[in-house]
């Protein structure tokens, strides 16, 4: 269990700490020079079970609040220290107030100093703590008095803080490893270290991570667990990493994370809830903040949402805007501080790592934000599979909640989401916009051939723009296939259609092209245009070009270029070549594209771009620079039937 102090400057904290473990936690020359607590301090003590006290000592001057927050990430119980002659004063106040904020429930509270004072005076201090803990996550914690000096009271402290780590039931932290950095050092011999505090997952040697930003990859030749050697540490363990990389202790700071490269996702911007504590000024719209996340501090604006002004007390939906990259996920804790760092002004958590850049507060948008405050997943998304007709992309829902693959796929099942990949995104859909795409993709068809009897069908990327323009290309390969299974529609090359739907061409057109075919069919890959065929026929052009768009529509031509149509067998035929030289060189190049369809040189590399075009346009394949990719084997298939 890691138990971190909190209090006003001078009250004991490190004595305490001392005390309790008989380890001096102020490390550096200058607090041992000062006699006054700079930075983060660190002690242990063994329990009897073979198990761990951790220490995190916190400075407790005004200007170092900043260091009391990195050490108040991830701990376990908070030790708030309050000097019996003193009583509560201005930093255990404010302490008290940012711990609350962070969500921070289990504590006791150590009344030090109980030499120096008499009885009536501890009786006083006893109340004021007892009036200071009223209203906040910490009310009704038990109270120790004790000297640190002398040791009076203790043993009290100790034996209450071992009874509460044998009972001690951490919550199962699932997903992938996290870690906020709070020191990084080099040792001889080692190598970097970096220091911290797990949030989440487990972290073992020989393992790889990220340092993250700036997304430095790192592998863990070394870790000691509670200030122990160890071969695997976990959620809530203070771990020391020893890591290999191509970097220097210079390139890592406080503040950064060191995380599985899954969660290695940096931004500049989330949506979360906040509250301004009582007695607090109220909190403006686009006020400047410093935010502490995690171990950083960042400066920052706060955009309200749901309203222009949050009063002492009194909560809000807003989007944190900050001026560099950082790491979060859903659920982390914040606190704002003002512009100079003087103050705390509210404190929240996060609940949206992926907020929209438009329409943040239409009232549907809110209404998913206060969703997002149920801590249950499920729930979450629940309401965003029903929200979504075109579908959710559950790989960016699995990150920002850091599911671990077996919860994930049992939500996924849970919910009977529709599942589909595209690259490295899974795609999921909730069964009854599913059921509501299947009717818009008939409908879609049914009106377009009443609309164009003449058409054989709709082109596949053509429909599903008619669909759904937002639906993915997968989840539309999936709902296709999936009525073509049923019979519900039909494909013709790379047409889809109603099965009972025949294009209609009229038996004087049929005549007239085969006079005309003959022409196409004699140079299948480069046939003559519009013109070329009316002036070698003698039919006229315009009557030509109508007749070709008629036969267009049938199926039966593609129009590759303005006025230049090829027949569906050449298309079909053009189609296998770029799908060989895909498979044979992972790309299609213009050149080698063209030596296959004219060996004899009867072509020219305009018409072979025009012809890669084609098919980029279509859907079948898609340009990246100068090289032209196979969409997808679903994509691929469709020429398959021709």
Request: proline residues 5%.
């Amino acid at each position: 269990m890691l138990i971190g102090t909190a209090g006003h400057i001078d009250h004991g904290k490190t004595t305490l700490v001392k005390a309790l473990t008989g380890v001096d936690a102020d490390r550096l020359p200058q607090e041992k020079a000062r006699g006054m607590t700079l930075d983060l301090g660190y002690a242990y003590s063994l329990l009897a079970d073979g198990g761990v006290l951790g220490f995190v000592d916190v400075p407790g001057h005004e200007k170092l609040i900043h260091n009391m927050l990195a050490g108040a990430t991830a701990i376990d119980l908070v030790l708030l220290v309050v000097a019996a002659d003193d009583g509560p004063m201005p930093q255990t106040r404010e302490h008290l107030e940012m711990l609350d904020l962070l969500g921070m429930t289990r504590g006791a509270v150590a009344l030090t100093k109980t030499d120096a004072v008499a009885p009536e005076r501890l009786d006083m201090a006893r109340a004021e703590v007892a009036e200071l803990l009223v209203g906040t996550g910490l009310a009704g914690s038990p109270v120790f008095a004790l000297s640190g000096r002398t040791g009076e009271g203790v043993d009290a402290l100790r034996a209450h803080l071992e009874t509460t780590a044998a009972n001690f039931v951490r919550p199962p932290s699932g997903g992938g490893f996290r870690l906020a950095i709070d020191r990084a050092f080099s040792l001889t011999g080692v190598g970097t270290v970096v220091t911290g505090t797990a949030h989440t997952g487990a972290i073992g040697v020989g393992e790889t991570v990220t340092l993250a930003p700036p997304g430095l990859k790192a592998r863990v030749r070394g870790l000691h667990m509670q200030d122990r050697p160890a071969a695997r540490g976990q959620a809530g363990d203070r771990c020391a990493l020893a890591l290999k990389g191509d970097f220097e202790k210079k390139d890592i700071a406080r503040g950064m994370w060191l995380v599985d490269p899954s969660l290695a996702v940096a931004l500049n911007r989330f949506h979360g809830e906040l509250r301004v504590p009582a007695g607090r000024a109220p909190l403006r719209h686009m006020q400047s903040v410093h935010v502490h996340l995690g171990t950083e501090d960042i400066v920052g604006r706060v955009a309200l949402l749901d309203c222009r002004e949050v009063g002492a007390g009194e909560r809000a939906l807003a989007e944190i805007l900050l001026e560099r990259d950082t790491l979060a996920l859903r659920g982390d804790r914040f606190v704002l501080r003002d512009a100079g760092a003087q103050r705390t002004v509210a404190g929240g958590r996060v609940l949206d790592i992926f907020p929209p850049t438009r329409h943040k507060r239409t009232p549907e948008r809110l209404d998913l934000l206060d969703r997002l405050r149920n801590d249950d997943p499920a729930v979450a998304l629940a309401f965003l599979a029903d929200q979504a007709a075109n579908g959710i992309d559950l790989s960016r829902f699995a990150l920002a909640w850091n599911l671990g693959e077996a919860e994930f796929d049992a939500l996924q099942r849970h919910h009977g989401l529709r599942v589909s990949r595209d690259g490295d995104t899974l795609l999921g859909i909730a069964p009854a916009a599913w059921t509501g795409l299947r009717d818009r993709l008939i409908d879609a068809l049914t009106q377009e051939h009443a609309r164009a009897p003449d058409m054989i069908g709709v082109e596949r990327e053509r429909l599903r723009r008619m669909t759904s323009v937002k639906l993915a290309r997968p989840l539309f390969d999936a709902l296709c296939a999936e009525l073509m299974a049923a019979g519900e529609i039909a494909q013709t090359r790379t047409w889809l259609h109603l099965p009972d739907h025949r294009a209609s061409v009229t038996e004087s057109d049929r005549l007239l092209f085969a006079e005309l075919r003959t022409l196409l069919d004699a140079r299948p890959y480069n046939p003559p245009r519009v013109r070329d065929v009316a002036d070698a026929t003698g039919t006229p052009e315009h009557q030509v070009r109508r007749l070709f768009k008629r036969l267009a529509r049938a199926g039966e031509l593609y129009p590759v270029a303005h006025d230049h149509y090829f027949t569906a067998d050449a298309v079909a035929e053009l189609a296998d070549i770029v799908r060989r030289l895909a498979e044979e060189q992972d790309a299609v190049r213009v050149a080698p594209f063209r030596d296959a369809i004219y060996p004899a040189g009867e072509g020219g590399r305009k018409v072979a771009v025009q012809i890669l075009e084609f098919f980029d346009r279509i859907g079948y394949t898609r340009r990246v620079r100068d090289e032209h990719l196979l969409r997808s084997d679903s994509a691929a298939r469709q020429w398959a039937d021709r």
